[in-house]
T-cell receptor, first 114, second 115 residues
Framework: AQSVTQLDSHVSVSEGTPVLLRCNYS??????LFWYVQHPNKGLQLLLK??????LVKGINGFEAEFKKSETSFHLTKPSAHMSDAAEYFC????????????FGTGTQLKVEL | EAGVAQSPRYKIIEKRQSVAFWCNPI?????LYWYQQILGQGPKLLIQ????????DSQLPKDRFSAERLKGVDSTLKIQPAKLEDSAVYLC?????????????FGSGTQLSVL
């Protein structure tokens, strides 16, 4: 079985300050981990993915995430938030050989204030 | 490159009525997925197709939900009869293949309200 837990349902930051969205995973197999972003009235977009290569993964729009097996975590960070980053973010787990079946977390709503 | 197309964008029906959603994936994508996203939750996989065959429908409520992809291209998801708890956004996604090497592309979804 596989699952993800997003520790914060809402995160609020000021523009220009760092962003941290937390995610812990559980998987019986070697996991593949993803972060997706969902802007209002738009489709889900892949930010980045980890599939057993480098543990620090860089994605689009300045986001990055670090896979920590000992902590079963895959937190998403960005050094400096921009107003356009306001959206819902989903941590997602799959596993090699799992047919690309994605298991989504419950999401974290990121608010960026001036 | 055209994205994943879904219609309608919104649908409002009364309980016990039937409804159908349509999805046209990106050209050449063999794998197609239907997800259900209830408000406040992450998307949940309902069914996965590889070409015109079903790979996984373990979470599809088969007593009321059905889906087909007859020619291995576009797909239809049907609910009959609808229940209040079916109110959700129904997302279609496609990818070139089944492994995690391939990125999923999502459509904008169909928002269903069951009254």
């Amino acid at each position: 079985a596989q699952s993800v837990t997003q520790l914060d349902s809402h995160v609020s930051v000021s523009e220009g300050t760092p962003v941290l969205l937390r995610c812990n995973y559980s998987s019986s197999y070697s996991p593949s981990l993803f972060w997706y972003v969902q802007h209002p009235n738009k489709g889900l977009q892949l930010l980045l993915k980890y599939t057993s290569a480098a543990t620090l993964v860089k994605g689009i729009n300045g986001f990055e995430a670090e896979f920590k097996k000992s902590e079963t975590s895959f937190h998403l960070t960005k050094p400096s938030a921009h107003m356009s980053d306001a959206a819902e973010y989903f941590c997602v787990v799959s596993f090699t050989g799992g047919g690309n079946k994605l298991t989504f977390g419950t999401g974290t709503q990121l608010k960026v204030e001036l | 490159e055209a994205g994943v197309a879904q219609s309608p964008r919104y649908k409002i029906i009364e309980k016990r009525q039937s409804v159908a959603f349509w999805c046209n994936p990106i050209s050449g994508h063999a794998t197609l997925y239907w997800y259900q996203q209830i408000l406040g939750q992450g998307p949940k996989l309902l069914i996965q197709f590889q070409n015109n065959g079903v790979v996984d429908d373990s979470q599809l409520p088969k007593d009321r939900f059905s889906a087909e992809r007859l020619k291995g291209v576009d797909s239809t998801l049907k609910i009959q009869p609808a229940k209040l708890e079916d109110s959700a956004v129904y997302l279609c996604a496609s990818s070139p293949g089944q492994t995690t090497y391939f990125k999923l592309f999502f459509g904008s979804g169909t928002q269903l309200s069951v009254l």
